[in-house]
T-cell receptor
Framework: GEDVEQSLFLSVREGDSSVINCTYT??????LYWYKQEPGAGLQLLTY?????DMKQDQRLTVLLNKKDKHLSLRIADTQTGDSAIYFC????????????FGSGTQLTVLP | DTAVSQTPKYLVTQMGNDKSIKCEQN?????MYWYKQDSKKFLKIMFS???????INETVPNRFSPKSPDKAHLNLHINSLELGDSAVYFC????????????FGPGTRLTVL
């Protein structure tokens, strides 16, 4: 998406940490999300962060938000082959129907 | 039980035809959405709808129309299908308040020949 940007590809070794980055342009974003899409499947919500937070941790997932730089990252600790998928960040704004604006997705490949 | 379901999973049709994709959610959500994912995996909102308003992305051709028989369903009707309509279409739903997390269906892969 023109408002949310991600690098297209990331390769890591099994057991290493993965860091997927995302930048967004709209400072009025209220929530930022990370979704995972496995091949041939729909989107699975991984986690979200409210715009007044800096960090959120959920088991192997850590989300960092730098609101000043409009930068969001997803760190996956101890990356496994089952983590191979496309990861989308998305932003939503306050409103009666919060439509999501998605990034282009980052294809994560975990090598054995 | 599947939270957000779509039918059909695959749809192959000829150019110029009219087709519908159905979406149902059993989460009791107030708002439903349709997204289009193109061949490069880029996802873009098409519509959002609750019982109060329909918000249409301005880039969506008027050949596309959402139809909601009730709160649990939002179907997508497409007239005069074109080759460029080939994509995966995802339905989603959300509570419409709070974190407003959206839950997605499995997608419908539409191929226009």
């Amino acid at each position: 998406g023109e408002d949310v940007e991600q690098s297209l590809f990331l390769s890591v070794r099994e057991g290493d940490s993965s860091v997927i980055n995302c930048t967004y342009t709209d400072s009025s974003s209220t929530y930022l999300y990370w979704y995972k899409q496995e091949p041939g499947a729909g989107l699975q919500l991984l986690t979200y962060i409210f715009s007044n937070m800096d960090m959120k941790q959920d088991q192997r997932l850590t989300v960092l938000l730098n609101k000043k730089d409009k930068h969001l990252s997803l760190r996956i600790a101890d990356t496994q082959t089952g983590d191979s998928a496309i990861y989308f960040c998305a932003e939503s704004m306050e409103g009666s129907a919060r439509q999501l604006t998605f990034g282009s997705g980052t294809q994560l490949t975990v090598l054995p | 039980d599947t939270a957000v379901s779509q039918t059909p999973k695959y749809l192959v049709t000829q150019m110029g035809n009219d087709k519908s994709i159905k979406c149902e959610q059993n989460l009791g959500h107030d708002t439903m959405y349709w997204y289009k994912q193109d061949s490069k995996k880029f996802l873009k909102i098409m519509f959002s709808y609750n019982n109060k308003e329909l918000i249409i992305n301005e880039t969506v051709p008027n050949r596309f129309s959402p139809k909601s028989p009730d709160k649990a369903h939002l179907n997508l009707h497409i007239n005069s299908l074109e080759l460029g309509d080939s994509a995966v279409y995802f339905c989603a739903s959300s509570q419409g308040s709070g974190t407003d997390t959206q839950y997605f269906g499995p997608g419908t892969r539409l191929t226009v020949l």
